[in-house]
């Protein structure tokens, strides 16, 4: 293509910029007129300035992205998140403490990992204000598996449940390269009872905890793994401890619970009929995106 018509394509841009509005109309018709014609010229001056146009897209993508968040974190003050807190769940800290944190995880996740030893941490820091309930968001059947020996172990002692917490964390690739077998014989070197764990583990109302916790989950619109609830708003990935030593005070400071038993005015059941819809992008860059 000649340097004619790319010099041609320039004067009616500029020229639209340096007449009234009535000329403008005009070139504005023929500058369409033109690049309908020839659409390589848009393309080779793009081509040739394509670093700049990398930058220009970044920037608006980084703005979408902020305006995003912006308007997220202003729904969830008007409408904070309340996660239902069924009796028996499993839980690091006190039981009654003011400020509960509602985990949603997966435990083949490794920003979950990440995560999980920040929760660990933030307990030991709020000895007795701080309560965080683990809640599922595991969609792989492995990860469904291991939720399901996770919430079959509490039963036997939560102890038990956490040690083998601990440990799928740790070692995250060997366990799934080991699959079912690899957890439930995890489970029993840390001293489960066989037999009882494999009947556990066929109770329904296990399996439908798991799946009321995704379906919570997507309800609120998260879309990966790991994201909390604090004081009704989300934080949604592995965040660093700082993030959560924040939204800690600010519940401590408002009296507010990131969730609610149920039974209380405060307490919501995900309604199954929106879960999964009208999702958008994820939030976070330190999370496991959910398809």
């Not at 000649?2 to 010099?7: A, C, G, H, Q």
């Not at 939204?247 to 038993?261: C, N, R, S, W």
């Amino acid at each position: 293509m000649s340097n004619r018509r790319v010099i041609v394509a320039l004067f009616l841009i500029l020229g639209c910029l340096a007449v009234p509005a009535a000329g403008a109309q005009n070139m504005e018709a023929q500058m369409r007129t033109l690049l309908q014609e020839h659409p390589e010229i848009l393309i080779e001056a793009l081509r040739k300035e394509k670093g700049q146009l990398l930058g220009i897209l970044e920037e608006a993508a980084r703005e979408r992205q902020q305006a995003e968040e912006t308007r997220r974190i202003e729904e969830e003050m008007k409408n904070p998140l309340k996660p239902v807190i069924e009796p028996g769940r499993l839980s690091l800290g006190k039981p009654d403490a003011p400020v509960v944190i509602a985990e949603y995880s997966d435990f083949f996740c490794h920003y979950c990992a990440n995560g999980a030893v920040t929760m660990k941490t933030l307990v030991d820091k709020y000895p007795g204000q701080v309560r965080v309930v683990f809640k599922h968001f595991a969609n792989a059947p492995l990860s469904r598996h291991a939720a399901l020996v996770f919430e079959a172990l509490g039963l036997q002692k939560p102890e038990l449940a956490w040690a083998f917490h601990d440990a799928v964390f740790a070692d995250q690739e060997k366990m799934a390269q080991g699959g079912e077998a690899a957890l439930r014989a995890l489970a029993v070197t840390l001293g489960a009872d066989a037999a009882r764990l494999d009947a556990d583990m066929k109770r329904p109302e296990l399996d439908e905890r798991i799946q009321k916790d995704g379906d919570e989950a997507r309800s609120f619109k998260f879309r990966g793994t790991p994201t909390y609830v604090v004081g009704g708003l989300s934080v949604r990935g592995a965040a660093p401890l700082p993030v959560f030593e924040d939204a800690v005070a600010k519940a401590l400071e408002k009296g507010k619970d990131g969730a609610a038993a149920p039974g209380t005015p405060q307490a919501v059941v995900a309604d199954k009929d929106h879960a999964g819809k009208n999702l958008g992008k994820t939030e976070c860059t330190d999370c496991r995106e959910i398809k």
